[in-house]
């Protein structure tokens, strides 16, 4: 398999998953806005639609959007826990949390890394993900991960998108309980393996 990402975009989170599976891999990274891989690949020739993450089966199939990538990559190694059994409400659980992180949370950052954005939709944004943040820090309150005792693949992409407060200026410190399970979750060995080979740690 190949993992096409670009350090620290959401791909991270598909790059985390991986490594919690131990299964072997191969990360390509993705230079130049999606125009071509670090080993001259033309990137649009792995998908159309020039952006992370992409993951390449062995059979050569390319299976793209983060939320698809996630629960496939944790049904390859069902006893890792990455995700629950098909057909169990905690599966669909797993699926309304991947939609929310996507279009509430992942979708409101958007703002901040697109050229020509004003400084007040920014802070349309920014407001935004203040009130996402309550809820979500809300639904963590006595639990360790989003679905309760176990990591899961919603976690690493919730993971992921709350780095993104550091570079856009979002102090989480406002919301603790947020602050204290990113922590919890940068110290996982998949988390430190995956940072590292992005080049966003030592």
């Known amino acids: 398999m190949k993992l096409y990402f670009s350090p620290g975009a959401c791909s991270l989170a598909s790059h985390i998953a991986l490594y919690e599976t131990g299964l072997a891999f191969e990360a390509v990274k993705v230079e130049g806005r999606g125009q071509k891989t670090a080993g001259g690949e033309e990137y649009h020739k792995v998908t159309a639609k020039n952006y992370v993450p992409a993951l390449r089966m062995d059979d050569g199939e390319v299976l793209t959007e983060g939320t698809a990538i996630l629960p496939y990559i944790a049904d390859l190694k069902p006893a890792s826990g990455l995700a629950p059994a098909a057909g169990t409400l905690a599966r669909?659980?797993?699926?309304?949390?991947?939609?929310?992180?996507?279009?509430?949370?992942?979708k409101n950052f958007s703002p901040f890394f697109i050229p020509g954005v004003t400084d007040e939709q920014k802070a349309v944004a920014r407001a935004n993900l203040g009130k996402r943040f309550d809820f979500v820090q809300q639904s963590l309150d006595g639990k360790d991960f989003l679905l309760g005792d176990g990591f899961t693949v919603a976690d690493a992409y919730l993971f992921t998108v709350l780095g993104w407060c550091r570079i856009v200026g979002i102090d989480l410190g406002q919301w603790p309980t947020l602050q204290a399970y990113h922590k919890r979750i940068a110290q996982r060995p998949s988390a430190q393996a995956a940072m590292r080979a992005e080049g966003l740690i030592k």
């Open 92 to 106: 669909y659980r797993l699926h309304e949390w991947l939609g929310y992180i996507n279009s509430e949370v992942h």
